[in-house]
């Protein structure tokens, strides 16, 4: 829905907007309509004259949101990518985040996953599941994009991982780059 609403607020200013563009709009600021049309305003100057806005303007001038990488960080677990997990988690630590917010950012991700998949297993439609959870819909939408990548059984030892990564960074004098990196690598090496 909010990519097509940003594509029409293009074309109605003269631009033409790809699905991809627009996507990466709205992943990178979230479902925030007056954040949405400020930074599409921002892309529609630097494209100018050209008319056609691409998905490599958008990432050129709007900046990437932290949740837009902790998305990026679910992507790379939930495709068992440890090599661009490992990546993703150093740039945020090097980028000065706290690794107890990031396990969160985590934590928080995966719980949205299991309450999505649960909603889908009781045949709630997808449309209604974020007002059935009272979530944000942008939030619901990129969980659906991964309920099918996780089994019950992948979800119930990620939750234990995250459970004991959180217990390890609170009362241990674990160095906590090792705990995380140790999480990362337990996500990705999750089987069925």
């Known amino acids: ?58 990432r050129e001038v709007v900046g990437e949101t932290r949740l837009e990488t902790i998305f990026s960080l679910t992507d790379a677990l939930k495709n ?21 917010k990031i ?8 719980r949205v996953i299991w309450e999505v998949k649960n909603y889908q ?22 969980a659906l994009q991964h309920t099918k990548n996780f089994s019950n059984q992948q979800l119930r030892r990620a939750y234990l991982q995250l459970t004991q990564a959180d217990r390890s960074l609170k009362s241990t004098s674990q160095d906590p780059v090792f705990v995380m990196q140790t999480l990362i690598l337990g996500l990705t090496a999750t089987r069925h």
Do not use: C
């Open 103 to 110: 396990m969160g950012m985590i934590a928080w991700q995966f």
């Open 1 to 58: 829905v909010l990519v097509t609403w940003i594509r029409d607020k293009a074309k109605g200013q003269g631009y033409a907007m790809n699905t991809n563009a627009a996507r990466a709009l709205v992943n990178r600021v979230g479902a925030h309509p007056g954040v949405l049309v400020q930074e599409l305003n921002k892309t529609l100057i630097y494209v100018g004259k050209n008319k056609e806005v691409s998905e490599k303007d958008v």
């Open 121 to 142: 297993q009781r045949n709630i439609p997808s449309n209604q599941i974020a007002k059935a959870m009272g979530a944000n819909p942008f939030v619901v939408e990129k």
């Open 80 to 100: 068992k990518n440890p090599h661009k997990a490992l990546q993703l988690l150093n740039n945020q630590l090097d980028h000065g985040e706290e690794p107890i």
